[in-house]
Structures are given as structure tokens and as C-alpha cells.
């Protein structure tokens, strides 16, 4: 039953750079020519900076010197991102490269000089008041634009400092990341890798990347070796991760005292306009909802021929022998034929990105792993960095990475610059709706049953990782901020406790669903995400929308179609709910958490259904 097919993906990992063919490489040049162009350009950056101290005198006195200072900064801020952007480019294709790290780290200091230089604004507009607000609005129509900039600093009135202090908090930009930045370099680079041998006889070091690769080998023994020997070598390092993470979070708890916020999550919240109820809502529903995930562990058990599944087992393929191969001409056709339920406007947009050097697409030496996309090249297009291999996988993330590209071109050419920027909240929809509009066509088109097993399995894992998953993670880190908001410090053991417990919660070991070994209970130690400040429950918010606007468009018409495409052209016009209102979709109820977590109970179904046909494991 196995489905094979020889297909040969272009090998540039061992190669440098240059050796690259340039049709495989994005087009960095459409950014600027050479260096020597993007270095004329920081120098016209660095002799804007000065000027704006000049404009800012008197600059709310009037509605005239108000859009010139504003219309000045949007310049500059375009110009920075630009610099950036092609810095970051370089230095990310290419990591030895000590030139293309300076050139990112200056744009990154240039950027921590701009913000402290703009620290008089948020006041000065609070001094202004809405009232004088609307009249200059009324008197020079040009300023709407940044109306709901106006807007969301008046909202936060109570939480912007006097210039002087502001900028002293500023500041501490050029070292607050480095809990942060020490707790990266001692998971990837600093801490000893442990070495173990497999049953092939095989030795293999355990760092991030191998420990990834290796988890879910096929053989169980195997993946419980490379698990453990991981696990165990992390503890050893735990008092180390503890204080780390213990500082991030006390970073967090002094930034909301500073800001005068209630708690941790009201400052993170705060400024999107996003209520503490949305993520208690998301907490609370899943966690009494965890049957359909339970029904999954359960299958996932049968799938994999076990009597009893563990952690050990949760990243193992329950479809193994599926081994199929895409090459990138193939990988394009398919994620154009499962976008064409959005209509001829987005397909168009999606094939010219993929003929006109928006990718940059396999792996080269010195090219950093992973996929992203950046869209904040405004008067351009977007760039999407891959490092393609021609698995399922890597199509489903090409779909990912060019949904993320799609929202930002059509925010970019829908909307003024102030209000281009999609925001956080909203930025891992589009991607996520574009994964499951091609599992929809994959398995509309795909005849082979085992492959359609496979599409399922590889689909609902990512549901796992990014519900589930992302959901017991931001339970976590609530429980991380009420402890240190309390007065604790953040011990290794409290953390391991914690996590474990609420591990073992989610995946049903009290219940015999899965047993959470113990040695998992220092996980958490290896989280990038801790230290990114009430992020991951974005992720969750994230599919939950996602399944929920694509379950509109895949059952509705030309008006499902539309607002959706309304949603990406939204940018940052809006407060992040309101714009999902719009789309249909309301986060403050439960509605669309019970939507995805119905979606993805019907996954397991077809997933049992499919099992049954093809006699694999024991029957229900």
C-alpha cells in the first residue's frame, strides 16, 4: 500500500551562496541594485533623523504642520524598513557573513534611536485631545488617514509616560531582549549536545534541529532514546533556563507597572484593543472541550499499532510508509488550484508571485532553516524565504508562507501606508486559511486512500500543535505571570510541576489517554515563545478564525468570497476583533472555538472512517 515516486529535488545545501542559480533566489535587487545603493540610503536616513527634532516644534499648532511631521515619518519609516528588510535578507541567506550581521545589527540600533526620538508624539497628542483632533480633521481631510492612529493613543491615555520618561523605557530596548537572545544561544548553540547511538547503529548529537528530525523516527525504541537523552540533558542546564525566564517575566511584570496596567495580560492586550476575556474564553473553552483531542490520541494509538501510547509517541507519523515527493513546479500548480475558491483576483496575485522572484527557494550553505515571509517592502511585493524539500509538508508551509504574502500585498495596495499594517493578532489567519483550503482540495483530487490518510494526519497534527498545543502553552504562561505578579521567583522546580501537570491535563493521563512521562516536565525550558509576551494564544485565535472563515467560503458564495477578501485588504484600518466582525467571525463567543473544535472532531471521523476501509490497527 505504500505510495512512491522518484523525484529528484535540486540539492544547494553544501553550496555558497553565489552558486545558487538566480531563478531560485528571490529578488533581493528589487530592493536596491548593490550594496552601494543600500549604503546611499542609510545615509539619507541618518540626515533625515536629525530634521525631525526641527519639524516637531509647534508640529499639532496646526492641521498643515500636523500632516507634514506625520507624512515626514511615514518616509522615514518606509526607508527603514526597506533597509532592514534587505539587510535582514542578506544576513539570513547567508549567516557566515559577518558584513550582512553588522549591517542588520545597525538597522536594529538606527531603530532603537529612531523609536527614543519619538517618544514626544503619544503625548502630544493626548495634549491635543479629540475634540481638536476632529477639527483638524475637519479642516484638512488628508489627516483620516491616521484617525484611527489618533485613536488608539487616546485609548491609552492613562498608559503613555511624560516624553522625558518614555524615552528613559525606550531605552531599555537595547538590552531588554536579553533574556531572550541568552536563552536562544544556550539552546542552540551553547549547551553541550548529548550523542546517542540508534538501533541501526547509527550515533547521532541531539541538538534542536537533529532532536526534531529524530523525535518521531519509526522505530519506537528509538524515539524514546533520542526523547530522553534530550530531556535529560536539558534538566541539567534547568536552574539556568529558570533564571532566564524568571527575568523575561519580571521584564513584563516591570513594564506594566510602569505603564500602569491592572496585570501582565492587560498590557499585552491592551493596546490591540483585545479584552482579557477573549483569552480567558479560549482557555476555558478548550480545556472543557478536550474530547475530540482525546478521540485523536485514541486513534493515533491505533494508527500506530499500540496499546498504550506515551509522549514518546506524539510526534511519530501515524502514517509512516506514505512517502511521496513534490517537485516546486508541482507544489506552485497545487496550492493555485486550492486558492481558486477565492476567485481570479487572489489566484492572479498568487501566480505572479510565484514567476516573479518573491521566493527564495531551497536550502543553500549558510542559509538559515525554516520558512518566513516579510511583507513590509510597501511599494513592492512581499519576499517568502523556504528552504523546500518536495514533502507534503513543504507544500502545506509554501501555502502557509504565501498566505502571509497575499495578506500583506493586499493590505499594501488596498490601504495608505498608516494604515498598511495588518496587526498581530490577526497575522497567522491568512496562513492558516490557506493550509486548509489545500488540505480541502487535496483530498477532493487525491483517488489514493493511504494518501488521504496521510493529508489528514499531517493536517490535524498541525490542528494539535497550533490548538491544542498553543492553547496549554497560554495557560502556562498566565500561570507564569500571576506567580511572579504575586511575588514569586520562577524556581525549576515550580516550572517542571506546573508544567507537567498541566501536560498531562491536556493529553489525558489521569484518563489512560496517553501517559506524560515525566521527564517532559522541564518542555518548557526549550519554548521560544515564553519570551515573546502572551503571543502564543495568537496562534490558537489564529485557527480557530481561520477554519472558521473557511468553512464560509468553502459553503458559501460570492459574498463569502468578497469578505474575505475584504479582511486581507483591511490592513491595520481597524481594531483587530472588529475586523474579524466584519468578516463574520466574533471572538469574544465561544461560536468559533466550537466551529474549529467540530472541524477538527470531523477530521478524526474521516481519519476512522478511512482506517476502517483500508484495515489498519484494530477496528472500532
Known amino acids: 500500500m505504500k505510495k512512491e515516486n522518484i523525484i529528484e529535488i535540486p540539492d544547494y545545501s553544501h553550496k555558497e551562496r553565489p552558486q545558487v542559480p538566480g531563478e531560485l533566489k528571490w529578488k533581493i535587487e528589487d530592493l536596491y541594485a548593490n550594496l552601494e545603493e543600500w549604503q546611499k540610503d542609510k545615509a539619507l536616513l541618518l540626515k533625515?533623523?536629525?530634521?525631525?527634532?526641527?519639524?516637531?516644534?509647534?508640529?499639532?499648532?496646526?492641521?498643515?504642520?500636523?500632516?507634514?511631521?506625520?507624512?515626514?515619518?511615514?518616509?522615514?519609516?518606509?526607508?527603514?524598513?526597506?533597509?532592514?528588510?534587505?539587510?535582514?535578507?542578506?544576513?539570513?541567506?547567508?549567516?557566515?557573513?559577518?558584513?550582512?550581521?553588522?549591517?542588520?545589527?545597525?538597522?536594529?540600533?538606527?531603530?532603537?534611536?529612531?523609536?527614543?526620538?519619538?517618544?514626544?508624539?503619544?503625548?502630544?497628542?493626548?495634549?491635543?485631545?479629540?475634540?481638536?483632533?476632529?477639527?483638524?480633521?475637519?479642516?484638512?481631510?488628508?489627516?483620516?488617514?491616521?484617525?484611527?492612529?489618533?485613536?488608539?493613543?487616546?485609548?491609552?491615555?492613562?498608559?503613555?509616560?511624560?516624553?522625558?520618561?518614555?524615552?528613559?523605557?525606550?531605552?531599555?530596548?537595547?538590552?531588554?531582549?536579553?533574556?531572550?537572545?541568552?536563552?536562544?544561544?544556550?539552546?542552540n548553540l551553547d549547551m553541550p549536545t548529548p550523542e546517542v547511538t540508534l538501533s541501526t547503529g547509527e550515533k547521532i548529537r541531539l541538538n534542536i534541529a537533529v532532536y526534531s528530525r529524530y523525535r518521531g523516527i519509526e522505530n519506537r525504541q528509538d524515539?524514546?532514546?533520542?526523547?530522553?537523552?534530550?530531556?535529560?540533558?536539558?534538566?541539567?542546564?534547568?536552574?539556568?533556563?529558570?533564571?532566564?525566564?524568571?527575568?523575561?517575566?519580571?521584564?513584563?511584570?516591570?513594564?506594566?507597572?510602569?505603564?500602569?496596567?491592572?496585570?501582565?495580560?492587560?498590557?499585552?492586550?491592551?493596546?490591540?484593543?483585545?479584552?482579557?476575556?477573549?483569552?480567558?474564553?479560549?482557555?476555558?473553552?478548550?480545556?472543557?472541550?478536550?474530547?475530540?483531542?482525546?478521540?485523536?490520541?485514541?486513534?493515533?494509538?491505533?494508527?500506530?499499532?499500540?496499546?498504550?501510547?506515551?509522549?514518546?509517541?506524539?510526534?511519530?507519523?501515524?502514517?509512516?510508509?506514505?512517502?511521496?515527493?513534490?517537485?516546486?513546479?508541482?507544489?506552485?500548480?497545487?496550492?493555485?488550484?486550492?486558492?481558486?475558491?477565492?476567485?481570479?483576483?487572489?489566484?492572479?496575485?498568487?501566480?505572479?508571485?510565484?514567476?516573479?522572484?518573491?521566493?527564495?527557494?531551497?536550502?543553500?550553505?549558510?542559509?538559515?532553516?525554516?520558512?518566513?515571509?516579510?511583507?513590509?517592502?510597501?511599494?513592492?511585493?512581499?519576499?517568502?524565504?523556504?528552504?523546500?524539500?518536495?514533502?507534503?509538508?513543504?507544500?502545506?508551509?509554501?501555502?502557509?508562507?504565501?498566505?502571509?504574502?497575499?495578506?500583506?500585498?493586499?493590505?499594501?495596495?488596498?490601504?495608505?501606508?498608516?494604515?498598511?499594517?495588518?496587526?498581530?493578532?490577526?497575522?497567522?489567519?491568512?496562513?492558516?486559511?490557506?493550509?486548509?483550503?489545500?488540505?480541502n482540495h487535496l483530498l477532493k483530487t487525491e483517488t489514493d486512500d493511504l494518501m488521504k490518510l496521510y493529508i489528514l494526519d499531517q493536517y490535524i497534527e498541525s490542528f494539535r500543535g497550533t490548538l491544542f498545543r498553543q492553547v496549554l502553552f497560554a495557560d502556562f504562561e498566565l500561570l507564569l505571570h500571576r506567580a511572579i505578579e504575586k511575588g514569586q521567583t520562577l524556581t525549576p522546580e515550580w516550572l517542571d510541576k506546573k508544567y507537567l501537570q498541566l501536560t498531562r491535563l491536556f493529553y489525558g493521563h489521569q484518563e489512560g489517554i496517553l501517559e506524560v512521562n515525566k521527564y517532559i516536565e522541564n518542555e518548557w525550558s526549550s519554548v521560544p515563545h515564553f519570551y515573546y509576551n502572551f503571543y502564543v494564544y495568537q496562534y490558537s485565535t489564529g485557527i480557530i478564525a481561520a477554519t472558521t472563515l473557511a468553512h464560509m467560503v468553502l459553503n458559501g458564495g460570492k459574498i463569502e468570497q468578497d469578505r474575505y477578501l475584504d479582511f486581507l485588504k483591511s490592513g491595520g484600518s481597524k481594531y483587530p476583533l472588529d475586523t474579524l466582525k466584519d468578516a463574520g467571525v466574533d471572538l469574544t463567543t465561544p461560536q468559533p472555538i466550537e466551529i474549529a473544535l467540530s472541524r477538527f472532531n470531523q477530521i478524526v471521523e474521516e481519519m476512522e472512517l478511512i482506517a476502517d476501509k483500508l484495515k489498519l490497527g484494530k477496528s472500532r
Open 223 to 439: 524515539r524514546r532514546l533520542v526523547m530522553r537523552s534530550f530531556w535529560k540533558n536539558h534538566a541539567d542546564f534547568k536552574h539556568t533556563h529558570a533564571a532566564l525566564l524568571d527575568a523575561e517575566i519580571k521584564k513584563h511584570f516591570f513594564y506594566s507597572r510602569v505603564y500602569h496596567y491592572k496585570d501582565c495580560l492587560q498590557a499585552a492586550l491592551y493596546p490591540q484593543n483585545i479584552h482579557p476575556d477573549v483569552y480567558h474564553t479560549l482557555v476555558h473553552t478548550i480545556k472543557e472541550n478536550l474530547a475530540p483531542f482525546h478521540r485523536y490520541l485514541k486513534l493515533k494509538a491505533r494508527l500506530l499499532q499500540l496499546e498504550k501510547i506515551d509522549y514518546n509517541d506524539i510526534y511519530a507519523s501515524s502514517v509512516p510508509e506514505v512517502d511521496r515527493i513534490y517537485p516546486i513546479r508541482e507544489a506552485k500548480d497545487i496550492t493555485l488550484e486550492a486558492m481558486k475558491p477565492l476567485g481570479n483576483e487572489y489566484t492572479a496575485v498568487l501566480e505572479k508571485g510565484f514567476g516573479s522572484g518573491w521566493m527564495d527557494i531551497y536550502p543553500n550553505k549558510g542559509k538559515r532553516s525554516g520558512a518566513y515571509s516579510n511583507g513590509s517592502f510597501y511599494e513592492g511585493h512581499p519576499y517568502v524565504l523556504m528552504n523546500f524539500n518536495g514533502t507534503f509538508d513543504h507544500i502545506s508551509t509554501l501555502a502557509h508562507e504565501f498566505g502571509h504574502a497575499l495578506h500583506s500585498w493586499f493590505s499594501n495596495h488596498s490601504q495608505p501606508y498608516p494604515l498598511s499594517h495588518y496587526p498581530i493578532f490577526l497575522a497567522e489567519i491568512a496562513s492558516t486559511f490557506n493550509e486548509t483550503l489545500l488540505v
Open 48 to 187: 533625515m533623523l536629525p530634521t525631525i527634532k526641527k519639524q516637531a516644534r509647534k508640529w499639532t499648532s496646526s492641521p498643515g504642520k500636523m500632516l507634514d511631521l506625520l507624512d515626514f515619518l511615514d518616509q522615514v519609516d518606509k526607508k527603514e524598513n526597506m533597509l532592514y528588510l534587505y539587510a535582514n535578507m542578506l544576513a539570513d541567506t547567508d549567516m557566515g557573513n559577518s558584513k550582512y550581521q553588522a549591517m542588520k545589527g545597525k538597522m536594529q540600533t538606527i531603530d532603537v534611536e529612531l523609536n527614543s526620538m519619538l517618544t514626544f508624539i503619544d503625548p502630544d497628542i493626548l495634549k491635543l485631545g479629540k475634540e481638536k483632533i476632529q477639527e483638524y480633521i475637519a479642516a484638512d481631510p488628508r489627516l483620516k488617514v491616521y484617525e484611527h492612529k489618533f485613536d488608539s493613543v487616546l485609548r491609552m491615555e492613562k498608559h503613555i509616560l511624560p516624553p522625558e520618561k518614555e524615552e528613559i523605557v525606550t531605552r531599555t530596548g537595547l538590552f531588554s531582549g536579553s533574556p531572550g537572545k541568552a536563552s536562544g544561544l544556550l539552546n
